[in-house]
């Protein structure tokens, strides 16, 4: 029976793999963003430079969000022609 690869942050190392359980560690927290929010907080952050990179990321979240959808929608099966008898 297979069991959690980790557990929370845990990560388990199996047969003496350590260098396969720190890429699956890194793995994980580079998915969680906290590499991210660490380089963030090592340099202060001036104002101007905190409301760009949020509004950067509100807007790449529209756009991903926005992509994600169309991409579902082309993925669809049995989905209503959009434009019928346009071919």
Sequence with gaps: ????????????????????????????LGKEEIFDQYRRTRYYEKPFQTRRRINFERCKSIYNEDMNRKIQFVLRKNRVEPFPGCN
């Design 1 to 28: 029976m297979r069991h959690a690869k980790f557990i929370a942050r845990t990560v388990l190392v199996q047969n003496n793999n350590v260098e396969e359980a720190c890429r699956v560690l890194n793995r994980i």
